[in-house]
């Protein structure tokens, strides 16, 4: 059976803008080329704005999907378990919202259950989901953990999320190899310090 692709929305959610056609976009990539000082017309750029196009529907397909439907049933039926569920080193790349420049990293989501569990596998998509938007790190981070307790509605979350950035490994600083830290932490994790060392210390940081 055939995949079927969600097409972009018309609008962008929250927004009155409305997207440019396909043919419009390629045009874009064209005018970029151009601009850098390149001729679109030699054998190597022929095809270049098509393909930028099909790669950003790829790199940017956060915008196609909701969280909600992503991370969707959770399951009750836990044995009783009531203790931290910690999903480490998902791997995840964005592109930063102020150069469309690459950001390369890992995610770390911790929740404490209150009954209900969610599919560990939906964790990782929600992170790819928000992961394929233009982002900026602190955002991106927050956006992880209020999708999640809205849904999972845990007793606790924590996401923490390292990466770097090539807008500062390629160009202006061009600092290469540096990583950015950030944090958050949602319920019963907001003010318990023990239980924050606690998963910095499972997650060796």
């Known amino acids: 059976m055939e995949a079927v692709v969600k097409k972009f929305p018309e609008k962008p959610e929250g927004s009155d803008v409305v997207r440019p056609s396909r043919a419009e976009a390629e045009a874009a990539v064209e005018t970029l080329l151009r601009w850098i000082g390149e001729d679109p017309d030699r054998e190597g750029l022929k095809e270049t704005p098509k393909r930028v ?75 790819d989901i928000f992961g394929r938007r233009l982002q900026t790190q602190e955002a991106m981070t927050a956006q992880i953990a209020d999708a999640l307790m809205k849904t999972v509605k845990p007793r606790g979350i924590a996401v923490i999320l390292e990466a770097e950035h090539l807008c500062m490994s390629m160009r202006g600083i061009r600092s290469q190899g540096s990583s950015t830290f950030t944090g958050t932490y949602r319920g019963v994790f907001a003010d318990d310090a023990a239980q924050q060392d606690r998963i910095l210390r499972l997650l060796g940081l």
């Open 53 to 127: 196009v099909k790669a950003y529907e790829e790199l940017f397909g956060g915008y196609r999907s909701e969280p909600a439907e992503v991370l969707g049933r959770v399951f009750e039926e836990v044995a009783g378990y009531n203790d931290v569920v910690l999903v480490k080193d998902i791997k995840f790349h964005s592109h930063c919202e102020h150069h469309m420049v690459p950001v390369i990293g890992k995610a770390h989501v911790a929740y404490l259950p209150d009954g209900r569990v969610l599919g560990l596998s939906k964790i990782a998509r929600l992170v």
